[in-house]
Each structure stands twice: as C-alpha cells, then as structure tokens.
C-alpha cells in the first residue's frame, strides 16, 4: 500500500538546516497542506522544488514530526523499518551478549534515524514506546518489522501522547507470550524488578545504568547515603550493593515504599537496614538539617518538573536551591550525585547552578565525574537537544 504523501515546501534557512541534518520539523516549518493527518509522510523540498527529505507529520511538545530519510528513492514501508532496526540491533550486539546486563535500549529515537518511536529490552521483552499519534499510525509496519528481525518472548507498547507526551492508559501488551511481572532484569549483575504492563513507568529508568555502576563500585563504600526523588528506589540499591553502611530513600509518592522495599528484597539486603521515607524532598532536607543529620553521599535525580500539593518543582528553577539544602546535609569530604533530565536545562547551565550552590554554602568542590546517556541511548549530532541526561558527581573538598 502506497503511504499517504503530502509534498510541502520549506524557506532556504529551513533548508540548510535540514541539509546539516537536523532531524526534527518544527512548528513553523512548513505550511501545513489542509488535509494533512497524524502519520502522513511529508516530502519535503526547498524553494526550487528540489527533493530535500521525506519524513511524517507527528505533534509532540518538541515540534511536528521527524525526518527519516535523506534518500529520494527511499519510502517509508516495512523495509524502511525493518533497516533502521536491524541497524540499532547491530549496534546493541554486544549487550545483548552480556549476561550482567539484561535491560537496556535497543532503538533511541531520531538517534538511530526513528524520531518519535523508542524500543527498550528487557530480559526477552521488548517495550515500544509510541511519542505522538503519527507514530503510532505506524504500528503495524513497525511491529511486522521488529518481530521479523529478532525472536523475543513478548511485545509489549505505551503510547505516549494522550496530549503530546503524556501516557494513554491501556492494557500495554501487543503480542507473544505475557509476562510475569515483576519481571525481573539484570543491570551490571544487580537485579531490577520491572512491570511492562502498569501505568507509564516500568520501575527502572535504562538511562542511569552507568551511573548506578559508578555508585555501587566507587562512592558506596562505608557511605551513609541519601537518595532523594528515589522512585523505586534504584540508586539505593546499587548504594548498599557496594557496601554503604546504610541507605535512606525519599520519595514523595507512596508507592514508592513498596516498590522500593521490593528491589532490596530480589537483591537479598535486609530492608530493615535501610530507611524508606514517604516525604516530600524539600521537607526532608529541612528536617535533617534541623536534626543535625549528615551523609556521605547524597543522590538528587528530581523529574523536570513536577506539581504537588505544596510546591512545584521545576528543575530549571529550583535545582540551586535543592542543592543549597543538599549542602547542608552532606559531610565533608561527602559525595553528591547530581541529576537532570530537564531538556531546558543545558549542561554549561547545570554547572552553574552546582557552582553557585557551592558558593552560597561556602563550600569548595571538585568535579570527579559527568555522565550523559549511555551508548545504546544513541542521539544525533545534528540534534544535541536529545542529549537531555546531564550527571555531574562532585566532591565537597572544604566546607566552612
Ligand atoms: N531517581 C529515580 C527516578 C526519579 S523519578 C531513579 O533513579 O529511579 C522522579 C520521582 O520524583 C518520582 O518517583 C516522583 O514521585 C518523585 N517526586 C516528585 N516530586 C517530589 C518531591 N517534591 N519530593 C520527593 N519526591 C518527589
């Protein structure tokens, strides 16, 4: 079946930036021809009518769509997906063999050349992720695609766009056999309990694996940590894995004691060793700074942003200020881990904030280590907006 084509026409500035090999159409790119749908495949040309790239119409918060192929000859059909999946797989070979590591991203957006669609595996499951209605409309290529190119014991999808970006409630499993969940996976030897079927979020986030590794092997030793936006607790566990003499995680949500609990409990430590606070962050801090607590190594890996019935967080806003606080409770020589995937915030910009926290504290540091996504988290250079993960692992090296 021949796919829905629109042919739009795009101003020289839009050109060159396509040809440099942007990957995203934005909002104001292109008229839009009046019968253009979700998923229809755009043949975009410049001012003279010359072929520039085919991609499709998909609203996200980011813009309107994706290119997927420079190549005039190319259509976008099972063919075209089965290659770019095949190709993501190739590159992930080597975790696929790797028996420590059994969670991971296989296919990252406009990074391995599919704008709008994410593929993560997870022990014999894969999980695909839909960002906008266009994408979506692509499903059964996809799929046919995916399936052809790799056994697997289940499918399993989240369709993300519900209103650009947000998750739709749904029965999420597509095809093979369900799984059992918790569905527990390996990361670096440690075990993660994962649910593909139960709301948006399957208890780990793939994009922190090397700094769980760094946690666990570098600064957990003896440390009394502090793992604050701790969610299922991740962070902890790697923390208690490498020895920290004890971990506290703080997690405003109340599902967060259980599923945290549960995450020591497949790694075989004692729960009654750690301490599991259900609390708002902010007001955590205060109360361990009033009771004179103090950490080795403190962990804040806070969402973008993030409305509660007291506050509302916005890491572009409010990050200087956690980590004023954050300060306050960690010892000197201590360790702080900190963490954003706020795409407003660049990484020169994250710096600064770590810079002028330090300054207001009086306290000197020292960068130790930066982290972004992982390798199988690929982006494009032409698109360093998806380059979102920015870790940057200090040390107080003086506090007054
Ligand atoms: N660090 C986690 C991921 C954090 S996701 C990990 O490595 O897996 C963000 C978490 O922040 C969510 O679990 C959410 O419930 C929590 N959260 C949001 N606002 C909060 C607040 N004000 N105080 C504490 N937790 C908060």
Not at 74 to 88: M, N, Y
Not at 276 to 294: G, H, P, Q, T
């Amino acid at each position: 079946m021949k796919a829905y084509e629109k042919t739009v026409t795009v101003s020289d500035k839009v050109a060159v930036r396509l040809k440099k090999g942007h990957p995203l159409f934005h909002k104001d790119d292109f008229h839009l021809p009046a019968d253009v749908r979700e998923g229809t495949i755009l043949r975009v040309t410049d001012s003279g009518g010359r072929f520039l790239v085919r991609g499709y119409y998909g609203k996200q918060n980011v813009g309107q769509g994706w290119v997927l192929s420079t190549n005039k000859d190319e259509s976008i059909d099972v063919r075209f997906f089965k290659g770019k999946i095949e190709t993501a797989l190739n590159k992930r070979a080597g975790l696929f063999v790797n028996e420590e590591t059994t969670a991971f991203r296989v296919l990252n957006g406009e990074g391995d050349g599919v704008g709008g669609l994410t593929i993560d595996y997870y022990e014999g499951f894969f999980l695909v992720t839909w960002y906008s209605k266009g994408m979506y409309s692509f499903r059964s290529q996809v799929l046919e695609a995916l399936t052809a190119c790799t056994a697997y014991k289940g499918i399993y999808e989240k369709k993300r766009f519900a209103s650009e970006g947000q998750y739709v409630e749904d029965d999420d499993f597509v095809c093979g056999e369900r799984g059992q969940f918790p569905l527990l996976v390996k990361e670096n030897g440690m075990y993660f309990a994962v649910y593909l079927n139960d709301g948006p979020m399957t208890g780990i986030f793939l994009d922190q694996r090397h700094v769980r590794k760094q946690i666990r092997d570098q600064y957990a030793p003896g440390a009394r940590m502090l793992n604050l936006f701790s969610y299922t607790g991740a962070f902890s566990v790697a923390a208690a894995l490498g020895g920290a003499a004890n971990t506290t995680s703080v997690d405003l949500a109340n599902r967060s004691r259980s599923k945290t609990e549960e995450q020591f409990l497949i790694n075989g430590i004692a729960v009654e060793d750690q301490h599991i606070v259900v609390m708002d962050a902010f007001r955590y801090l205060s109360y361990a700074e009033k009771n004179r607590l103090e950490f080795d190594l403190v962990v804040l890996d806070p969402p973008s942003f993030a409305r509660s019935k007291k506050r509302t967080f916005s890491a572009a806003k409010d990050y200087t200020l956690l980590l004023e606080k954050a300060l306050s409770v960690t010892a000197p020589n201590g360790i702080i881990v900190a963490s954003t995937n706020a795409a407003n915030v660049e990484r020169r910009r994250f710096k600064q904030f770590v810079d002028q926290a330090c300054t207001a504290k009086n306290c000197s540091y020292e960068l130790l280590e930066e982290h972004r996504l992982p390798e199988d988290f690929a982006t494009s250079p032409a698109y360093p907006q998806g380059q979102y993960l920015k870790v940057l692992i200090i040390r107080i090296t003086g506090k007054e």
